[in-house]
């Protein structure tokens, strides 16, 4: 059988992922639109604009070429950052075989269609959406890469799918467990940043541990109130993939949306805060499209609903973060769907 596995592009995430595998005594081909890049990887074994000071193994091959990547390979994990999911996945189309495992790792919606990613790439690759894995929770790329202690999630509705996906991850620093609330798993992925980006404006705007901690305890009760109304799991958000990436996400200086967010609350633009992060931040486009899905769905995202307004209407961080702190009072437990909710309880 191949030792082979593919992944779907050079970030730093998808570096990182390919360091576990390459770990795992696995032979992973990385794509990458840049020969420069690749070149850099295969000649220097480093991702420097991605992972600087970091030696990769050799195990790890960079191509540019799809087709290279992609033959003979037993899985393949893919990366790309949510607006180019699609764009990516068409270019795999003509050389996947269907029956290879799927697995995906990245936390966002296509904005324009507000869909999950499983569901893009379930449609480009015309393979059920039950069948892709979605690998999520608390893991910065440059801790996994450096092989600190990391725990995830895998889920998939195809236990057997979700097992093989575990076993080529799995080693004594990267510890994965299943689930099969794939729905839950990818909206508490997408939904945190949103909530880190907050955090990370309140921290820049000096107001201090309470009100970042108020932030993430209201922020998840936000996630998990839509995550349900669009069909997750409650006790989802409860787990690795939701408090446990929200913790880390909304907390730690190796995120970029807490960097993001505390870039706009010490009242930098958000263009000038884009140029000078040099990497995707997925918070940005996530809060495009939780405006539209509060919206579709008659859900209230407070947090979220301010989030846009400062990103994409002007307004001041200030202000938003002090609407949030002066709502109306209400009780603290939330009354989400009872059928939603006894579906899952029973």
Not at 195 to 212: P, Q, V
Request: charged residues 20%.
């Amino acid at each position: 059988m191949s030792n082979k596995v593919t992944l779907l592009v050079a970030g730093s995430w998808g570096t990182a992922l390919a360091s576990v595998l390459a770990d795992n005594g696995l032979d992973v081909y990385m794509w990458t639109r840049s020969t420069e890049q690749a070149a850099e990887i295969n000649d220097q074994h480093t991702n420097a604009r991605y992972l600087p000071g970091i030696t990769l193994s050799e195990r790890i091959t960079a191509t540019s070429d799809m087709k290279t990547a992609v033959e003979d390979s037993k899985a393949i994990i893919i990366v790309a950052p949510s607006s180019a999911m699609r764009t990516v996945v068409q270019q795999l189309q003509p050389f996947y075989k269907q029956g290879t495992l799927i697995v995906h790792a990245t936390k966002g919606f296509e904005t324009s269609s507000l869909k999950r990613m499983s569901v893009v790439i379930s449609e480009e690759l015309g393979c059920p959406e039950g069948d892709i894995v979605v690998l999520s929770g608390p893991s910065h790329a440059e801790e996994v890469v450096k092989k600190k202690p990391t725990t995830t999630v895998v889920a998939s509705l195809n236990d057997e799918l979700a097992n093989l996906a575990r076993d080529l991850f799995m080693n004594v620093n990267f510890r994965v467990y299943t689930n099969r609330d794939q729905i839950g798993v990818e909206l508490a992925g997408a939904f945190k940043n949103i909530i880190a980006l907050g955090a990370g404006m309140s921290d820049g705007l000096g107001f201090g541990d309470n009100a970042k901690a108020a932030i993430i305890t209201r922020g998840l009760a936000e996630i998990a109130r839509i995550g349900v109304e669009m069909g997750a799991n409650p006790l989802t958000f409860s787990g690795l993939a939701g408090v446990g990436d929200l913790v880390v996400t909304a907390t730690s200086k190796h995120s970029r949306n807490w960097r993001a967010g505390y870039a706009l609350g010490q009242g930098k633009p958000l263009q000038e805060v884009l140029d000078s992060m040099g990497m995707v931040v997925e918070g940005i486009r996530t809060t495009e499209a939780a405006h539209a899905i509060s919206q579709k769905y008659n859900v209230q995202m407070p947090i979220a609903d301010q989030l846009y307004k400062v990103l994409f209407t002007g307004k001041d961080s200030r202000t938003a973060v002090e609407a949030l702190m002066g709502r109306d009072p209400k009780t603290e437990m939330e009354v989400m769907k009872l059928e939603t909710w006894e579906q899952w309880h029973t």
